[in-house]
């Protein structure tokens, strides 16, 4: 029996995850869970990419000790976040989270050198003022002459495991910096962010090998394993495994991620306008969809009340409410809030609303507002592509909330899917058996997804 190993790590947690197949079904064990969580250090934002490294070390440990050894590892992440690393390999500074406000006061400086209509027809990636392209202007000089090689989180962590550097596909559509003709860095892209080095590595599509895990790091776990360039964005592992072809397709977690698949991309003035991006799928298939606010907010609000009620509590609240407000939750003033209660709270009475009572109308209006920037998405996907969908696929920690997939059949008239709650990892885990010839083909891994559902 061949076990493959799915590390899927997320904004707020990251998981090991075992798969298998037994008596003719895809079985999955959790053999490890560790907590992530953004640092707050003199007014800007980081991940701990040392703590993350060794939480993935530890749930290799735990893959020996539980006696799940792996023969093949796929780590996949969130998007945007890099890595910049010296002429030593070493950081050459923390690594900012996406949530950092640096970006903020440089977007007008970038367009003065090349406007956002010619960035979109050369990459087809929608604006996000955390975009890896942005980041990487706003680095100081110090860091742009000290930086010789760029990681996405999952390539670093890929290379900590085999000393072997290289930028992956999907993750690396998230940059900006992708020119969709050639497939390649765009140069006057790379021009304009100013790095005194070439600092990208090669770029690898899923379903190849990266490396073996170093004799170090084999010593220290107890195992040898493959490790293998999987979909490692997270929403591109997720599409991997959804069950109904031809529909609309929610990835619902920390974020949302709405859209279709497409074989080419689409860069017209409407998908500009309506700030759709094309980001790099399996397969050379392009992931048409809008990033929006997902399960960030409720989770900003259990942090609020120092996670007085599970996700489950507040999902049950929201039915027990009969508060009907809803706000944008594309509105900036939700991206990095202080205390999210509070600003839920100042949006409606700066609207002239009467702001919630009380956690029940906090959630209720929550989920009802995802839904509804959920049917706005949906429009115009339908508008754009000048098709229409019967079906949403739903995906990921979302698929579970009841309430939250009632109120988007209701402002849809769509039938919801319900795919596997662990979209992301089996998508991750479908690229290593590919790679390892335990399955022929997605539509045959898609069979047994329906019976996890």
């Known amino acids: 029996m061949k076990y493959y190993l799915a590390i899927d790590i997320g904004a707020s947690s990251g998981r090991h995850l075992i798969s298998y197949f037994k008596d003719g079904k895809i079985c999955q064990k959790e053999v490890y869970r560790f907590k992530n969580e953004i640092i707050e250090k003199n007014d800007s934002y980081y991940w701990d990419i040392n703590k993350l490294f060794f939480n993935v070390l530890e749930g290799l440990k735990q893959c020996k000790t539980q006696n799940y050894i792996p023969c093949c590892i796929g780590i996949d992440t969130w998007a945007v976040d890099y890595v910049l690393l010296d002429k030593n390999e070493e950081l050459v500074r923390d690594v900012f989270s996406y949530r950092d406000k640096r970006t903020e006061n440089i977007i007008e400086e970038v367009h003065r050198k090349i406007s956002f209509e010619k960035l979109y027809k050369k990459t087809g990636i929608q604006f996000q003022n955390f975009n890896s392209f942005y980041q990487l202007f706003s680095e100081s000089e110090y860091v742009k002459e000290k930086s010789c090689h760029f990681l996405m989180i999952p390539d670093y962590l890929n290379y900590k495991l085999t000393n072997v550097m290289k930028n992956e596909y999907t993750n690396f559509t998230s ?5 969709l003709e050639s497939g390649k860095v765009d140069e006057e892209l ?7 080095e070439d600092i990208f590595k090669e770029i690898i599509m899923p379903k190849q090998l990266i490396g073996t895990i170093t004799e170090e790091i084999k010593d220290y776990v107890g195992f040898d394993a493959e490790v293998i360039s999987v979909a490692s964005h997270d929403t591109a592992s997720a599409f991997i495994s959804r069950i109904k072809e031809d529909s609309i397709i929610l990835s619902s977690g920390t974020w949302s991620l709405i859209g279709i698949t497409s074989d080419v991309p689409i860069i017209s003035e409407e998908a500009l306008n309506a700030n759709f991006t094309n980001e790099g799928g399996f397969n050379k298939e392009y992931r048409f969809l809008k990033n929006v606010s997902g399960l960030w907010l ?28 809803i706000f944008d939750v594309t509105n900036e003033m939700f991206l990095k809030p202080k205390n999210m209660i509070d600003t839920i709270n100042t949006y409606f009475v700066n609207k002239g609303k009467n702001p919630p009572k009380n956690i029940k109308d906090i959630s209720r209006t929550v989920f009802r507002s995802l839904a509804n920037s959920y049917k706005t998405a949906i429009e115009e996907i339908e508008k754009i592509s000048n098709k229409k969908y019967k079906y949403i696929n739903i995906m990921g920690g979302g698929s579970q ?3 939250l997939n009632y109120e988007i059949e209701k402002v849809t008239n769509k039938k919801v899917i319900l795919n596997p709650i662990e979209a992301t990892s089996l998508g991750n885990i479908a690229v290593q058996m590919l790679y390892s010839n335990e399955i022929n083909n997605l539509k045959e891994y898609r069979k047994y997804l329906k ?3």
């Open 175 to 179: 940059t900006q910096l992708l020119n």
């Open 298 to 325: 409720i989770q900003e609000v259990s942090r609020n009340l120092d996670y007085k009620y599970s996700y489950g509590e507040l999902a049950k609240f929201a039915y027990e409410s009969n508060y009907n407000e």
């Open 190 to 196: 790379k021009n304009i962010i100013g790095f005194k």
């Open 401 to 403: 909330n009841q309430f």
């Open 451 to 453: 019976e996890i559902v």
